[in-house]
Nanobody, 114 residues
Framework: QVYLVESGGGLAQAGKSLNLSCEVR????????MGWHRQVPGKQRELVAS?????SPLYADSAKGRFTITRDKNTLWLQMNSLKPEDTAVYYC??????????WGPGTQVTVSS
């Protein structure tokens, strides 16, 4: 069985930082792309950042200059700095293998107060 475990969400004040982590447990190797997405009620889930194996990170415009995505083997991180209230959302980690099978984590809530 494969599952993704996210951690690091919580409550932060605007301007502060949070670091999310996501660990892939189970055998889906090799993993190609891992990414962070977020969703607020009533809106579609949107990509925040992603990184392919051996590739460079990609960021949504809203994340550029503030968020940093990194990965090491089966673990993914998202360092979020200079948080804004509009960053409030449930953040999901995903992993895609080279057969394009995709797995999602259950999500972790991030709430930024003004």
């Amino acid at each position: 069985q494969v599952y993704l475990v996210e951690s690091g969400g919580g409550l932060a004040q605007a301007g502060k930082s949070l670091n999310l982590s996501c660990e892939v447990r189970g055998n889906i190797y090799p993993i190609n792309i891992m990414g962070w997405h977020r969703q607020v009620p009533g809106k579609q889930r949107e990509l925040v950042a992603s990184i392919a194996r051996g590739g460079s990170p990609l960021y949504a415009d809203s994340a550029k200059g503030r968020f940093t995505i990194t990965r090491d083997k089966n673990t993914l991180w998202l360092q979020m700095n200079s948080l804004k209230p509009e960053d409030t959302a449930v953040y999901y980690c995903d992993a895609v293998n080279f057969r394009n099978y995709q797995w999602w984590g259950p999500g972790t809530q991030v709430t930024v107060s003004s």
